[in-house]
């Protein structure tokens, strides 16, 4: 353990006193955080949002929010920051420490293009000669592994995917050739697969390069799959640092039991006899065409759902998994009446909901039956209406005729439902945290007693312990109440957690479906074994494989950019196991 | 150049020539509601039967409206504007020698809002602390300020007090205008500035805070460039329509400057033209201010989607 190259000495980091209350003084955040990374390490930070860990690390790179102070002594390469002069600590920043953040599609300037971000700093900084700059980002993107680079040079931010994206951002880092490498959560925003190929690339770089990585990420089981260590933060403190290869026995902290326990994939739900029930929801050849502008300027379609179909047993539990782009929220949004279907329909109880619902009476009979939970609590709460105003109000909806007493017993009922204090009730959404709101966000869906529950990826914006709070609160509302969920999500984890059935969708198809321990634990098509691989767990190494998708979403799916050609997923073809033949 | 950028262009010429259209039917439409034009027309001598007679016939007035119209505006798309009411000449004579004078006026005010404006804005935003509360504060009284109270309090300080510029008429010869025009130019770009300040340093400040800019300054990208490549030039689009939209409104209010300071300008045609009822007049000036208006707006949006691409684009519902 020698060549330290990155030292975080006894760092505290403390948030100015709020402007509402100046006699309170600072709040520190981060305490008394010692971490050190030897030259070619890779060391994960790992802690939950609030944890301080980016605030850790954005200390190093000097990004700290206005008025924030330190104390301690951050070192890189032996250099003290606090001791150097302005200038001295610009030009280490931008030589020395190259850092990677978790949306790259905010971190690059919308208006330039990738050849300007990719030449910028060698220009400034490095005072390149621009043809020269220019010859070494093309080599830069090849080195990535992004397909074209001459082409990619020339378009901008929104013409390319999130994957290809945060790749630009490393290869843009790796411009500068820096020795130490930061990535704040940088695969966070990416789908399974692409989170894979991102991984792929960082140990690549590793491997050539003698980079050494802080790897900051919510996720203990990637970090355990990609460092050498990994430092557990929480509440500003790191609890323990593990050796990667041994966390899983060595762990002696409560809280990173728990982080290890969430990131161990859940036990199979047990399957329900399915009865002879009718099905609650049933989808046949599902189609919806979108009319996107080519690049060129034509109107093409865009096929976005093709030939979906599968069913949902009353008080069963369905998950449909697929990356971005795959066409599963589509379909949940065609199935709640959000977007017209072009073909196929959507049975609910036996009724046609293929067309969306006109008026409000019809409408309201709908919500009655199917309510829906979106993914992100930030924007799908009313942020000037307390916890009690939304749930009231979502309760008067179906209860026109209820009084005051009756309403409040409701919410409080509701309230109690998902675990929820009832103290929380007159607060906004603004003072809860993000599993809290999420829990708002259910209870809200719930008041109407619906019989389906639509679930769009409505744990995949929460850390991972509350993500396993929400779920197991989920399957105990299904045992409870009897509602059905739909479940759409890019993590197979998660469904795993709660779904009894699970549909595997890419580029607007259905690749398999069938009972959820059948398609995991022995996945029929290639594309659903891709998927399972992709998940980090112990002895996990990324690979790369050829890119699937090049362009920006939403792509135009070809023939040739399906992992099945599609003339092997006729509708006849998909396995549908579960089913007597 | 291809059907992507080509398309978008010809939509939007479309748009303007069919504004202009609808503007002229509008402003046609909305002059004969101020009644008969025959009094403007003998300029307050009574006239005899006989006469209303002979200029009801060489005015067309008894034709149906809409050939009227047409006669207007067949006479404005081949170059005849028609003859004032009141001085009996052409309307092109009338304007000819006065538009230069306000086209003066509104550039020198349009040089002093975006040298002021913009400037005092990223000043603000950039500064921060006592700078940006000083700005703040004068431009709290900037936006308050109605336009002929700025020119009454110009006229007694720099004319009156201190004697430093004229306070009437536009002199001879450029520089004797510029000379001229300098309090007109103030008392009109006041407001403006105070308004296009506001908005650039909110523009700025958002881009300032954005993660983009943290990457710029992480990769060590000397400040200047990182303000010009990054912040400048991503909040430009907002700070342009801001501005387009005012400069081309300045043309409607140069009237009260010219007005205060005796400027024999369009503006100030067209007050007494409109006091007279002089119709042709009034048609043909408030139509070359829509004119204007939808002109440099269009421009406006054709420089921003070159800055940005997708500001041209349709919504995608996806």
Known sequence: MSDLVLELDHLSIAAPAPLAAPGAGPRTIVHDVTLQVSAGESVGLVGESGSGKTLSVRSVAGLLPAGFTTTGAIRVEGHDLAQLPKAELRRLRATRIGMVFQTPRAHLNPLRTIGDFMTEALIAVAKERPDAARRRAVDLLAEVGIPDPERRMRQRPAELSGGLLQRVMIAATLAMDPPILLADEITTALDVTTQEEVMAVIADLRKHRDLTLLFITHDLALAGAVCDRVAVMQHGRVVETLNAATMRQDATDPYTKRLLSASLPGEVSAERPTDAADPVLVVQSLRKVFSVLSPKGRREEFVAVDDVGFRLEPGGSLGIVGESGSGKSTTARVICGLEAADAGTVLVKGEDWTKAARGTKARRHRARIAQMVFQDPYQSLDRRQTVRECLSEAVAVHRPRASRVELTARVDELLTAVTLDLDLAGQRPRSLSGGQRQRVAIARALAADPEILVLDEAVSALDVTTQVEILTLLDRIRRETGVALLMISHDLTTVRRVCDQVVVMKSGRVIEQGPIADVLDDPRADYTRTLLDSIPREGWVPRRRIPTRTASLPAVATRATRIIPAESVAPESIPRRGEKT | ?318
């Not at chain 2, 205008?177 to 103030?186: G, K, S």
């Open chain 2, 1 to 318: 150049m291809n059907r992507a950028t080509i398309r978008p262009l010809l939509g939007k010429l479309g748009g303007l020539l069919l504004t202009l259209f609808l503007a002229s039917v509008v402003i046609f439409a909305a002059l004969q509601l101020t009644g008969d034009p025959i009094a403007a027309i003998t300029g307050g001598v009574r006239p005899t039967p006989e006469l209303i007679e002979t200029i009801r016939a060489q005015y067309h007035l008894d034709d149906p409206i809409w050939l009227q119209y047409l006669r207007w505006l067949g006479g404005i798309v081949t170059g005849d504007l028609g003859t004032s009411f009141v001085y009996k000449t052409p309307v092109v004579d009338l304007i000819a020698p006065r538009i230069g004078i306000t086209v003066l006026l509104v550039l020198y005010t349009v040089v002093l809002i975006v040298v002021f404006g913009i400037g005092s804005g990223i000043l603000a935003a950039r500064r921060g602390g006592a700078t940006d509360k000083a700005v703040l504060v004068a431009t709290s009284v900037g936006v308050a300020l109605p336009t002929f109270v700025v020119a009454i309090l110009l006229i007694w300080l720099f004319g009156r007090e201190l004697g430093w510029f004229p306070v009437y008429g536009a002199g001879e010869g450029l520089l004797d205008n510029l000379y001229h025009l300098t309090l007109p130019a103030i008392s009109l770009s006041v407001l403006y500035i105070a308004y296009l300040s506001r908005i650039t340093r909110g523009a700025v400040v958002a881009q300032l805070g954005s993660e983009h800019v943290d990457t710029a300054r992480v990769r060590g990208i000397p400040s200047e460039q990182i303000f010009r490549r990054h912040v400048f030039l991503n909040a430009s689009p907002q700070v342009l329509s801001i501005s387009g939209a005012t400069i081309a409104g300045l043309f409607a209010i140069s009237a009260i400057a010219e007005v205060a300071f005796g400027i024999g300008g369009l503006g100030s045609l067209l007050t007494e033209a409109a006091a007279r009822k002089d119709l042709p007049v009034v048609q043909v000036i408030s139509l070359m201010l829509v004119a204007l208006f939808v002109v440099v707006n269009a421009v406006v949006d054709v420089i921003i989607a070159a800055i940005d691409p997708d500001s041209a684009k349709p919504r995608r519902n996806a």
